[in-house]
């Protein structure tokens, strides 16, 4: 499809485990970001990508987040020893972004539950 | 620092009638400001948005919003709402001018029940 692809669309682990979640941007879009959506909380940025720039890593919320992007296509978040507070959707974004600012186009997400 | 806030968590109109969600952000320099909506189950898809110019933005599904600098506001509106507009809306700012991320602060979301 011409969207934006999310990987698994729901992932169930057990606390302790690491997870890995995995967005297709929608092709030719330079940058991608990532967002967290949980209940109380709101959506929330956590970081975000810009062609072969340095990373914004301002929002995520301990080092056990980590996220990478190959190539300047596919990015994956990495959750180390996850905790039931990780429970959340993340989201991913992408957006043909040159100077200024364009629209953000959202994946569908992907549930994750920490068991 | 940034905010966006979002005064109604939860509102009820019904069919046919006119709808307001307000919004009010918090940015020192010119906002970029976007309506997303939010189906059960769905991604966010962008309902409009504001950059520059004419401070009343049209968008999909017949909503509109007006950006009121002075009230530092930018609230979404349409004048009939359909039963399939029942969603959660998020209004959100992104950073403007030069060296800018694009990454987006959002509000905390309405949820619109619509009545038949």
């Known amino acids: 499809g011409a969207g934006v692809s999310q990987s698994p669309s729901n992932k169930v682990t057990e606390k302790g485990k690491d997870v890995e979640l995995r967005c297709d941007p929608i092709s030719g879009h330079t940058a991608l970001y990532w967002y967290r959506q949980s209940l109380g909380q709101g959506l929330e940025f956590l970081i975000y990508?810009?062609?072969?720039?340095?990373?914004?890593k301002s929002g995520l919320p301990s080092d056990r987040f980590s996220a990478e992007r190959t190539g300047g296509s596919v990015s994956t978040l990495t959750i180390q020893r996850t905790q039931q507070e990780d429970s959340a959707v993340y989201l991913c974004a992408s957006s043909p972004l040159g100077r200024g600012y364009t629209e953000a186009f959202f994946g569908q997400g992907t549930r994750l539950t920490v068991v | 620092a940034q905010s966006v806030t979002q005064p109604d968590i939860h509102i009820t109109v019904s069919e046919g009638a006119s709808l307001e969600l307000r919004c009010n952000y918090s940015y020192g320099a010119t906002p970029y400001l976007f309506w997303y909506v939010q189906s059960p189950g769905q991604g966010l898809q962008l309902l409009l948005k504001?950059?520059?110019?004419?401070?009343l933005v049209q968008g999909i599904k017949g909503f509109e919003a007006e950006f009121k600098r002075s009230q530092s506001s930018f609230n979404l509106r349409k004048p009939s709402v359909h039963w399939s507009d029942a969603a959660e809306y998020f209004c959100?700012?992104?950073?403007?001018?030069?060296?800018?991320?694009?990454?987006?602060?959002f509000g905390q979301g309405t949820t619109l029940q619509v009545k038949p």
């Open positions: 990508f810009q062609g072969n720039s340095a990373p914004d």
């Open positions: 504001y950059f520059s110019g004419d401070t």
């Open positions: 959100a700012v992104g950073a403007s001018g030069s060296g800018n991320t694009g990454k987006l602060i």
